[in-house]
């Protein structure tokens, strides 16, 4: 016992002592720095970050400003939370935030050196990685060739809630299982689940625990000096998750590279490309296990997480699911089967879509970016070097200096503008895939497959909610990890119309 406490006073002194030093170095030099809540000793403001980070961080920016300061532990977090800090960030110092700070958690079996979701852009491999992925994934080109087999998922789907017509059902699971069998048919030309099947709720509920380990507060990323000691064993956590989807996918590529080697025929999908590539020496083994990866998880997780408060928006709001439908049945008439142009000739449809991303972006503080250089300003505050930088892409797109009724789901909003607000992040105030260098590659995959997805469940569907849920008391409150889902899961009835 008395050697115990002596280890948490050496601890505590040991801290004290880093936290002191290190403060005075890195403030030394600087210009004005952020406001910010009062931290404390040690801690920094932990204590004020309880509940949805999100809503906290925008609580917080209400009283300290749009550019607010936050220690964490032994880090320091700069927050943005408005749209022209956004744009000062991203047209002024895109370069030199454009690297990640990266969880401890991420750096099971090295996982943060090889995905191109944590890499630092200056980094040569990321360059590669990224520019495989623009060219032999999401080009026009690539997803014009796999255009069929996306909508034969699609169809599949439908056909899953067809099956169920009449019966309660969850939307989500639903929705994740047939786009992850879309991602790997279009990239593998495989099903990895069954539609609605356990299988695919386990392998769901794996990357949602790694979501949420990664997201979790860690001693080793408030307090860097410890992470060797990998105290509360996220770390190894991880890594045993990690190694369960990467034995999945590695039985992938296992099984192709033995019919490969058997045959002459080949797939010509995005995994024959990789071989190739690997082949060459241009990717390591490695490297293409974590481009599936990277494309497998964060793919299927962000569509199904944005079909389903689509839906959920939707159900709430039946006005606005009627003037769907209507557009749906005056625009493509009889058409039995939705095809993905079909969707994208339907302005309000995309509108409802934009409507949902901005209400509820699946990543409501993006991924954190870091700052690499000294030099920094954003709103006439110094961003120091080495500090996290945060963008709260949920408070930008809910403030109401940009937005008219910004808690409100109205998707007019967004009818006259739909030329100027897309989805690549040129205009601040709607920013639900980032913006600048890390703007997120799946945008081409995503603007087509969610409004295809949604069209065909309103087009093949009258949906209802369960006996005695009125549409008004709907439960769209938001849980947040590093994705912000539905902290209820939305179950709802599909009654057949075609």
């Not at 935030?97 to 401890?104: E, I, M, N, T």
């Not at 990543?363 to 709260?392: Q, R, S, W």
């Not at 930008?396 to 409100?408: Q, Y």
């Amino acid at each position: 016992m008395e050697l115990e406490l002596w280890l948490l006073w050496a601890l505590l002194a040991v801290s004290l002592l880093y936290y002191l030093t290190n403060t005075t170095l890195r403030l030394s030099g600087t210009g004005r720095l952020p406001p910010g809540p009062r931290p404390l000793p040690i801690l920094g403001n932990l204590l004020d970050l309880r509940g949805d980070l999100h809503h906290t961080l925008t609580r917080l920016a209400r009283v300290h400003g749009p550019i607010m300061r936050l220690k964490l532990g032994l880090t320091t977090a700069v927050v943005v939370s408005s749209r022209d800090a956004a744009r000062e960030a991203f047209t002024r110092h895109d370069r030199r935030l454009a690297a990640r700070a990266v969880p401890d958690a991420t750096r099971a079996l090295r996982f943060c050196e090889r995905s191109i979701i944590w890499l630092p852009s200056s980094d040569p491999l990321w360059k590669t990685l990224r520019g495989i992925i623009a060219t032999h994934i999401f080009s026009p080109r690539s997803l014009a060739v796999v255009r069929g087999i996306r909508e034969r998922k699609v169809r599949d789907l439908v056909d899953y809630f067809r099956g169920r017509a009449g019966q309660e059902v969850d939307v989500r699971h639903a929705v994740f299982s047939g786009v992850l069998n879309l991602v790997s048919n279009a990239f593998c030309s495989v099903d990895v689940v069954d539609v609605g099947a356990e299988s695919a709720k386990g392998l769901r509920e794996i990357v949602e625990y790694l979501i949420e380990l990664i997201s979790k507060p860690n001693v080793s990323d408030l307090f860097p000096f410890l992470r060797l000691l990998d105290l509360q064993g996220w770390r190894r956590w991880t890594a045993g998750h990690l190694g369960k989807i990467f034995r999945i996918l590695d039985d992938i590529i296992d099984h192709r590279l033995a019919e490969t080697s058997s045959s002459k025929d080949k797939q010509s999908d995005f995994l024959d490309v990789l071989l190739e590539l690997m082949s060459t020496g241009k990717i390591g083994r490695d490297n293409l296990t974590t481009i599936l990866f990277d494309v497998f998880t964060a793919g299927s997780d962000t569509i199904a997480i944005t079909v389903e408060w689509a839906m959920g928006e939707l159900l709430r709001n039946p006005r606005i699911m009627a003037k769907v439908r209507a557009e749906i049945g005056d625009t493509l008439g009889g058409k039995e089967i939705i095809e993905e142009p079909d969707a994208a000739s339907l302005p309000y449809l995309q509108a409802v879509v934009k409507e949902a991303m901005r209400l509820h972006p699946v990543g409501p503080i993006m991924l954190p970016h870091k700052a690499v250089d000294d030099g920094i300003e954003i709103g006439g505050y110094a961003v120091p070097k080495g500090c996290t930088v945060i963008f709260n892409a949920w408070a930008i797109m809910r403030d109401p200096v940009t937005w008219e009724r910004p808690d409100e789901f109205v998707p007019e909003r967004f009818l006259d503008r739909a030329a100027e607000v897309d989805f690549r992040g040129k205009e601040f105030e709607f920013i639900p895939f980032g913006s600048g260098r890390r703007l997120c590659p799946g945008i081409p995959m995503a603007e087509r497959v969610v409004p295809h997805i949604l069209a065909s469940l309103l087009h093949a569907f009258e949906w209802r909610l369960p006996d005695g849920v009125p549409a008004e008391q709907l439960d769209v409150s938001e849980k947040f990890t590093t994705a912000n889902v539905m902290a209820v899961p939305l179950k709802a009835v599909p009654i057949v119309i075609i």
